[in-house]
């Protein structure tokens, strides 16, 4: 199972203890959701006295913490964090679901890192493409980036089985319409080889396999789709095939003020 990079289960976490209107919180489910552990492993680490509230040791999963309480594990403090947003770099052959009776979703690469979230893909790859899959339980966030009218746009490296030609380039600028007659949002296509098999494409909208449709209206095949970014955040490199990480703060925002 592939593992993300550096995941702590007991990382901190940015935000407040607990929501605002929100005034108390029992400790056991505080617990299971910073430190993202089951609520029987919550226990467990109530009862050997590795938690502490305000300094001082609890071993009371009912204790009913206000906003202004601190916890930690073994002196390490944690905090609330409503959401979580993660960065996947999705192999070949895994589908972008969170369950399928069949195929390996983007979801099951995460495992069980996160057992009290509802998490999703925001966005979608076909199986056969690869690159960076937004992961979140954020449905406001994932319907702003997808949303057309937000003008969020997402990178591709595209290999094609026929160089690129003009009529492609001012006909992606132009708006493609489909075999089907819809018609696309103006998209961006440049050459990234020398002969215009490999090339990079930019999109702000979202239709069921926009770019092979596009390019089929020249008579030109996708061979090989990789994502590069979404908005003004890139797939890090570091991550493998399979690999995931969190993002940060700054990172979740590039998404959409980099757009």
């Not at 999705?90 to 979801?107: F, H, I, L, N």
């Not at 996160?114 to 406001?140: E, I, M």
Request: aromatic share 6%; hydrophobic share 40%; charged share 20%.
């Amino acid at each position: 199972m592939p593992v993300p990079l550096e995941k702590n289960p007991l990382s901190c976490y940015t935000g407040s203890i607990i929501n605002k209107g929100e005034p108390r919180m029992r400790l056991d489910k505080y617990l299971a959701e910073t430190a993202q552990c089951t609520r029987s492993e919550a226990k467990a680490l109530l009862s050997k006295g590795r938690v502490q509230v305000n300094g001082a040791v609890c071993k009371k999963g009912d204790t009913q913490l206000k906003e202004s309480d601190t916890v930690a594990v073994d002196g390490r403090a944690l905090s609330y964090q409503q959401f979580v947003y993660i960065m996947l770099n999705k192999p070949e052959g895994v589908v972008s679901a969170s369950t399928d009776k069949r195929d390996t979703t983007v979801v099951d690469l995460v495992g069980d890192a996160y057992p009290r979230r509802q998490l999703f893909p925001a966005g979608r790859l076909d199986k056969t493409s690869t690159g960076f899959v937004l992961l979140t339980d954020d449905g406001t966030f994932a319907h702003d980036i997808l949303a057309p009218k937000r003008h969020v746009s997402k990178t591709y490296t595209v290999v094609l089985d026929t160089p690129l030609t003009e009529q492609m380039r001012t006909g992606f600028a132009a708006g493609v319409t489909l075999a089907d007659g819809t018609a696309l949002s103006p998209a961006e296509v440049t050459a990234l080889s020398a002969d215009g098999l490999t090339v990079r494409v930019v999109l702000k909208q979202g239709v069921y396999h926009q770019i092979k449709r596009m390019f089929g209206v020249y008579g030109a095949g996708v061979n090989g789709l990789h994502r590069d970014a979404i908005g003004g955040l890139a797939l890090d490199p570091a991550l493998a095939p399979g690999q995931w990480r969190e993002l940060s703060a700054e990172e979740v925002t590039a998404i959409t003020t980099g757009a």
